[in-house]
């Protein structure tokens, strides 16, 4: 049994392969004997990598990438800004024709991500322009991270 542990840890990898592919593994130990490894006989325990995220059902086994870059941070709030500006336009009464003009308070935590996603922040809420204000305070609050709220100004074209 020792020679397996020693095996073992060193060929991880290969046995489990083996087991998952024709449900045994056969090892030689050092005193000519065999020893068949059955997937009743072994544990294999899935660990997460960081930065991943790796779910497994037999043979299958997936691994997603889940580090958040600024890029994806940055898209990931210009979507909230469609979402909020969507529900404004809803409120309003808006038609889904309407063209629309956007003044967003400025505040560090997303001037960037609406600066660089504005076409895309424009084309989905028929925007003409989206303009961020410094000291703005008309329109409605909406929050739009977690404790981070600004007012949203839309009028009708």
């Known amino acids: 049994m020792k020679d397996l542990q020693l095996f073992a840890n060193e060929n ?9 592919m024709d449900s045994s593994y056969s090892f030689n130990a050092a005193d000519g004997s065999t020893i068949e490894l059955l997937p009743e006989d072994v544990e294999i325990i899935p660990v997460d990598i960081p930065g991943w995220k790796v779910a497994n059902s037999g043979a299958l ?5 889940v580090t958040l870059t600024e890029e994806l941070k940055r898209e990931g709030l ?3 800004f469609v979402n909020r500006i969507q529900n404004l336009r809803k409120e309003a009464g808006f038609e889904v024709t309407d ?3 956007v003044k967003i308070g400025a505040h560090q935590a997303f001037n ?3 600066e660089a996603n504005s076409e895309y922040i424009r084309s989905q809420v028929l925007a003409e322009s989206i303009v961020l ?3 703005f ?4 609050t909406v929050e739009i991270d977690e404790g981070v709220s600004t007012n949203i100004e839309i009028n009708k074209l």
């Open 133 to 135: 204000v410094e000291q």
């Open 99 to 101: 063209k629309i003009s």
């Open 137 to 140: 305070s008309a329109g409605q």
């Open 61 to 65: 086994t997936v691994a997603l990438d």
């Open 112 to 114: 960037e991500a609406v």
């Open 12 to 20: 991880q990898a290969l046995i489990i392969k083996q087991i998952e």
């Open 78 to 80: 210009a979507r909230e």
